[in-house]
């Protein structure tokens, strides 16, 4: 497991002559140093300084913002840094926890929630990365994002937590990882996914049922999806109400992900069944059609769901 301290439930030092006497660069055998090969490259040097900033309270918000800003340019060991270097994953986990308050008192501000999503956001540095992505899970951090998955406020702050956090769990299902959904299907990742199908903004819906295609992609996943009745038609209805109980139709993203859930159920002979008394009627508006024009995948997709819930069978385009 990464380097963590002893607890993650020790007081995180505040600011104090006491506590920060011999500054971050000193705490820890195992913490990175700067080498003589690192002099000649300045950008690890920088990174090196910025994780190490991470272990202080009063640096940590600036590394936080400094390490999001640049993820998409920096260098791509970046996980690895992360991973391994004494107390930084604590640091990112302390984020997380000290916003469970904020979140329980409804006093999230938009400062907190830039935060928390910054470290978030290296969190899915860690989860996409071949190297880090099942030392994550094995270490089981991600169940530490699940109560921010569960939130029902949608203000502003709330809906960037809620988005950042769906964005860490899309990564570690987006190479497939069979460990990385049995995980997920124990944690009953998709209670949290509907929650933020029901009350998330466009983007998090979009991303919630991106997850859950990922998921159901899976054999395991979707013989999860249709082991109950209740579940099937949960999913099915929550995939329904992003369709019908809205004024417009979804982005086209979010009705690809949608069309494509309901494609892969219909592979299920029990909920191909279902889907005969439940498919979303919106799905043979022309609209949808007109919308797609330009994916012709996306239609073929639907045109294929329609035929295998109308003939009873399923029928895969070649």
């Given at each position: 497991?990464?380097?963590?301290?002893?607890?993650?439930?020790?007081?995180?030092?505040?600011?104090?002559?006491?506590?920060?006497?011999?500054?971050?660069?000193?705490?820890?055998?195992?913490?990175?140093?700067?080498?003589?090969?690192?002099?000649?490259?300045?950008?690890?040097?920088?990174?090196?300084?910025?994780?190490?900033?991470?272990?202080?309270?009063?640096?940590?918000?600036?590394?936080?913002?400094?390490?999001?800003?640049?993820?998409?340019?920096?260098?791509?060991?970046?996980?690895?840094?992360?991973?391994?270097?004494?107390?930084?994953?604590?640091?990112?986990?302390?984020?997380?926890?000290?916003?469970?308050?904020?979140?329980s008192?409804?006093?999230?501000?938009?400062?907190?929630?830039n935060?928390?999503?910054?470290a978030?956001?290296?969190?899915?540095?860690?989860?996409?990365h071949?190297?880090?992505?099942?030392?994550?899970?094995?270490?089981?951090?991600?169940?530490?994002?699940?109560?921010?998955?569960?939130?029902?406020?949608?203000?502003?702050?709330?809906?960037?937590?809620?988005?950042?956090?769906?964005?860490?769990?899309?990564?570690?299902?987006?190479?497939?990882?069979?460990?990385?959904?049995?995980?997920?299907?124990?944690?009953?990742?998709?209670?949290?996914?509907?929650?933020?199908?029901?009350?998330?903004?466009?983007?998090?819906?979009?991303?919630?049922t991106?997850?859950?295609?990922?998921?159901?992609?899976?054999?395991e996943?979707?013989?999860?999806?249709?082991?109950?009745?209740?579940?099937?038609?949960?999913?099915?209805?929550?995939?329904?109400?992003?369709?019908?109980?809205?004024?417009?139709?979804?982005?086209?993203?979010?009705?690809?992900y949608?069309?494509?859930?309901?494609?892969?159920?219909?592979?299920?002979?029990?909920?191909?069944?279902?889907?005969?008394?439940?498919?979303?009627?919106?799905?043979?508006?022309?609209?949808?059609?007109?919308?797609?024009?330009?994916?012709?995948?996306?239609?073929?997709?639907?045109?294929?769901?329609?035929?295998?819930?109308?003939?009873?069978?399923?029928?895969?385009?070649?």
């Open positions: 497991m990464a380097n963590l301290p002893e607890s993650l439930f020790f007081s995180d030092p505040r600011p104090s002559s006491s506590s920060f006497g011999a500054g971050p660069s000193t705490s820890g055998a195992n913490t990175y140093k700067t080498s003589d090969h690192d002099q000649g490259d300045p950008s690890r040097a920088k990174i090196l300084h910025l994780i190490l900033d991470l272990n202080d309270y009063r640096t940590r918000e600036r590394a936080l913002y400094l390490l999001d800003k640049s993820r998409g340019s920096i260098r791509e060991d970046l996980p690895l840094l992360l991973w391994n270097s004494f107390g930084t994953i604590y640091s990112l986990l302390k984020e997380i926890l000290d916003v469970y308050r904020l979140i008192a409804q006093n999230l501000t938009q400062r907190a929630s935060r928390v999503c910054c978030l956001a290296l969190f899915q540095c860690v989860a996409s071949r190297d880090t992505r099942m030392r994550f899970i094995k270490a089981r951090i991600p169940s530490y994002l699940f109560p921010l998955l569960n939130i029902e406020n949608k203000e502003r702050p709330y809906e960037h937590l809620r988005l950042t956090s769906l964005g860490v769990i899309g990564s570690l299902v987006k190479a497939g990882d069979a460990e990385a959904v049995s995980y997920l299907l124990e944690n009953e990742i998709f209670i949290y996914c509907l929650r933020c199908m029901e009350v998330g903004g466009e983007l998090s819906k979009t991303v919630a991106y997850i859950v295609q990922r998921i159901i992609i899976n054999e996943g979707l013989r999860y999806c249709c082991a109950f009745a209740q579940r099937f038609y949960t999913l099915s209805r929550a995939l329904g109400n992003m369709l019908e109980c809205r004024a417009e139709l979804p982005g086209k993203r979010l009705l690809k949608i069309i494509y859930c309901y494609l892969r159920l219909s592979h299920n002979p029990r909920a191909r069944d279902g889907l005969r008394t439940c498919l979303p009627a919106s799905l043979r508006d022309p609209d949808i059609i007109n919308l797609l024009r330009d994916d012709p995948t996306t239609v073929g997709f639907l045109q294929q769901l329609l035929y295998n819930v109308s003939m009873g069978h399923q029928y895969t385009v070649i």
